[in-house]
């Protein structure tokens, strides 16, 4: 009933407002909404969770597999020199394909074609320690989204972002863009910038990609997710990242 | 695929109050939860957390399955000399994890 309830307060304020995209200077990241023992528990390497497949990403960078017999380092090195950076700008255009790709989607790609090893399955626990591992080398750099092939992606995702969709008849936008702050189900709401992915969050015991977090929210709206993999998320987070330019990366985060 | 990460302070005086903290990695399945399809999945946790100072037994717990995935420990003991302080997990389905750090005290 109070679930409900929230709902249905939401719906009301948000007819009253109009989707508005949120002044550059006045984003937050989630992590301004966690309370101080979660604050702490990211803050600290050695309490974060999320730690745990950093560490495990490190061992899985040297580790030679495939038929190729190669490691990650084998080719991009020492990753705190070479991968500095390189999650803030991703999903990345890659030219071959005509598509942007996300960090776990450039995993697999290299995982593939360059070792020559079958692919991971989405939320596989090795491709997350990977790509915490990557992340982690960005942390404290700000998120960069500038480059022009993205364009109509962006555009692609930001419609996805403002459509409402599932049994709920909502948009992302109604929430995170209109509502943040307010409550849902007594949980108050964020404006959905994805400085911390991977991110351990505390619900699901475990570290998850942007991608896993994404269909949770369309579950909750009532939804049909798309599969794993679809362009959808793609440009969702093509345009989750733009939206979220200049912030400050904080992989691995920790989230309730 | 076991991890376990420590945090022993490298240095001490004798008779300091140290603060010694550990995170462990273990999905800590409790045993109550079902699958999709119905089946139960079976308990899966550590089960005891034993810390001993050069061999002399100084923190020992019992887990159970409401402790989260990956539990975090910290507890506090005193310096009283230099040596090893080694950790040991044991668990359901033969978990074993031992780690140990050293201490100098001064």
Known sequence: MTRLGAVLLVLAAAASAVAAEIPLAERRSSYDLLSPETKAMQDDDLSNPGSLWVLEGETAWERKTGEANKSCADCHGDAKETMKGVAARYPAFDAKRSTPVDLEGRINICHTEQQKAPAFPFENRELLALSAFVARQSRGLPIESNDARLKPFIDKGRALFEVREGQLNLSCSQCHDDNFGHKLAGIPMPQAHPTGYPVYRLEWQTLGSLQRRLRNCMIGMRAEPYAYGAPEYVALETFLMWRARGMKMESPGVRP | ?106
Do not use: C
Request: charge should be neutral; hydrophobic fraction near 45%.
């Open chain 2, 1 to 106: 695929m076991a991890r376990a990460l420590i945090n022993v302070p490298a240095k001490a005086k004798r008779g300091d109050v140290i603060a010694i903290r550990t995170l462990i990695s273990h999905i800590m399945e409790t045993g109550f939860r079902h699958s999709t399809t119905g089946a139960v999945i079976p308990r899966d946790i550590i089960t005891t957390m034993v810390v001993t100072y050069n061999d002399t037994e100084i923190f020992k717990a019992e887990l159970h399955p409401a402790i989260a995935a990956n539990p975090f420990v910290t507890f506090h003991t005193v310096a009283t000399e230099s040596g090893t302080i080694a950790f040991r997990w044991t668990g359901d389905n033969g978990f074993d994890v031992s780690e140990q750090a050293k201490i100098t005290v001064e």
